[in-house]
């Protein structure tokens, strides 16, 4: 049996990331919750896959994200063409890339800027380790 690894994340807002994670990015919503024990929240990624993405808002509280340029998700498309339809995809719903702090994911990827300012890679590349 393969561990399934979930990262979490607060949000002060779930809407934008939904569009951003969901619609742009292609992923799944896998589940949601509402006012489980006062959060709110939804899951998302690939059925298959054995990872998820849970955002999570908390009633009446507000969060401080605290992003940084290196803060990443990264992504490994090795095909190409499905790679292009990643970025194509992205671009449809209306996100541009950013240019990435470190210029190595720059070479053969697009770095992109979640509403909340954390970023996440499309990499056309394999992942080889």
């Not at 569009?19 to 059925?47: C, I, K």
């Not at 470190?102 to 970023?119: F, I, K």
Request: aromatic share 12%; charged share 15%; no cysteine.
């Amino acid at each position: 049996m393969v561990p399934k690894l979930r990262v979490a994340r607060p949000t002060n807002d779930l809407g934008p990331l939904l569009r951003f994670y969901r619609d742009g990015l292609g992923l799944t919503e896998l589940g949601s919750f509402a006012n489980h024990d006062g959060f709110d929240g939804v899951m998302l990624g690939h059925p298959q896959a054995p990872y998820h993405l849970e955002f999570t808002t908390q009633q009446g509280q507000l969060i401080a994200p605290a992003p940084t340029p290196e803060h990443l998700l990264v992504f490994y498309l090795p095909d190409h063409s499905q790679w292009l339809l990643a970025v194509e995809r992205m671009q449809a719903h209306g996100y541009a890339p950013v240019v990435s702090h470190n210029p190595y994911w720059d070479r053969l990827g697009h770095t992109y800027e979640d509403p909340d300012g954390y970023r996440v890679v499309l990499q056309n590349a394999p992942w080889e380790y």
